[in-house]
Structures are given as C-alpha cells and as structure tokens.
C-alpha cells in the first residue's frame, strides 16, 4: 500500500494527460539531469511539465520549500486532476507524490520507471521510463 494514489507507467502517464482535464506533470529531477539528461515534453493539449526539485544537488537534501514551490504553480489542495511525479527512476517521485498527499494535493501518481528508467545487467539505464517508452523529450 501506498501513501499516494498510485503508481503509473510513462504510458499511462501520457494518456491522463492527454485527455484528463487539470493533469499535471511535476519532474522532481534536479537542474543538473534536466540540463544534461533531458526534459519531458507533454502532449499538446496538456500544460507544459512543471520543474520542481524534490532533492537539491549537491547537498542531497530535501528541498525545504517543495510545497510552496508547488503552490506557487498552481498545484495546492484546490488542484483539480491528477498530479504526475516524475524523477529518474520512480524513486523520488514516490517521496514527493507522499509529500504532495499529504498536504492535501488530491490524485498524485508516480511514474514507474522514471524519465531514465531502471538499470539493465550492465548498469545502463534505459529499462522502462519515459524515453524508453518512445515519449516525446527534448535536451538543451
């Protein structure tokens, strides 16, 4: 059991929001694998992803000001619709979508898999996540 709404494949994750009216994809990356890795794109008719660390490099710890940095994006206890957590593996996003239940943030789902997804028998990421699904993503 979980303490969000659930966990979701990237698949999944782009039909909600594709059709799903409110969804929204917060990636709790840092800037550092936003700006070396990639950033997700969402499908045209869904807002744009929202890019909100749950953890500050290089400190390692949590970033303090989370839920107001989510409050700030409109994503508080009135959002209506799901809220997709997004990281490189599946991993932090569950601490955030926990995080966002918490306060009082409605449908929040993790992507399994991440933006990278898992590692395979030589250490390489790539199994499952968004850009092994064939989501749309872009690199600066």
């Not at 950033?39 to 045209?44: A, F, N, R």
């Not at 898992?118 to 499952?128: H, I, K, S, Y």
């Amino acid at each position: 059991m979980t303490d969000y709404a659930g966990d979701i494949t990237p698949d999944r994750a782009w039909e909600l929001l594709s059709t799903t009216p409110g969804a929204v994809l917060v990636d709790v990356r840092t800037e550092g694998e936003w700006r070396e890795v990639g950033v997700p794109l969402t499908p045209p008719t869904a807002a744009e992803p929202v890019f909100i660390e749950w953890v500050s490099a290089p400190s390692g710890m949590l970033n303090p000001a989370f839920l107001e940095q989510l409050a700030q994006a409109g994503i508080g206890p009135e959002h209506t619709g799901p809220v997709i957590f997004l990281c490189r593996s599946g991993q932090r996003s569950m601490g955030a979508a926990t995080a966002a239940t918490a306060a009082g943030i409605g449908e929040c789902l993790n992507v399994v898999g991440g933006f990278e997804g898992g590692t395979d028998a030589l250490g390489r990421r790539g199994v499952g996540g968004w850009q092994a699904s064939g989501l749309p993503w872009h690199r600066e």
